[in-house]
């Protein structure tokens, strides 16, 4: 039986819920089989999907669904898909450190090819069906602001939650740092003392 005392234990960062780790619809898939019948034919699809939460450096997708729209046009050999999506991010200003976000509006411009060369950024399906989630996404992703701003004239941490210190509170600071460590460790200038021996 196994002792509960030794059972791995898990934190409130590893209990992420299980939503958050899937994209709402898994697919958003659009039939192109009549579409391709004809090339210059369109048809207009409307995206909206909750997205699993996806990270860069200090910003992230929030809860709020991804939505736009899109025109799929019939090409030779498969279709394109021009158009947009409006999403909302939040984050951490790079300048003062408090919590900030928009929305965003982000252009949609892809080619999807049957048989497409593996070294382009053409996309391969199968000529009956394309799946637009992964370019939404990627286009989600791609556009999240790696060092957000709150506004373009942000002045920086406020002085009340973040006191700056002067070279000279600095200086004292370490120093007390640093004699709190010789009481607790000792001077390690003396350590080789602690090697010798006076037994007779």
Known sequence: M????????????????????????PKLLVS??????????????PVDVLLARRHVVASRTSD??????????????????????????????????????????VDIDEIFQVGAPEDTEI??????QIDLLPVVRDAVVFSLP???????DCPGPDPDRYPAMSVEQSEEV????????LDRE???????????????
Do not use: Y
Request: net charge negative; hydrophobic share 30%; glycine share 6%.
């Open 146 to 152: 790696l060092a957000p701003l709150c506004r373009a």
């Open 174 to 181: 370490r120093r007390t740092e640093r004699r709190e460590q």
């Open 64 to 105: 709020e669904p991804v939505t736009g729209e899109v025109t799929v046009e019939s090409i030779e050999r498969g279709v394109t898909v021009r158009g947009h999506v409006n999403f909302s991010w939040v984050g951490e200003c790079r300048r003062c450190l408090d919590d900030t976000g928009s929305t965003l509006e």
């Open 2 to 25: 196994t002792d509960p005392a030794q059972e791995p234990t898990s934190t409130a960062a590893d209990q992420t819920p299980e939503d958050d780790l899937v994209d709402k619809p």
């Open 186 to 200: 000792g001077d390690p200038r003396w350590s080789a003392l602690n090697e010798l021996r006076f037994d007779s």
């Open 123 to 128: 996309v391969d399906f199968d000529g009956d």
């Open 32 to 45: 192109v089989s009549e579409l391709r019948k004809r090339l210059g034919q369109r048809q207009v699809e």
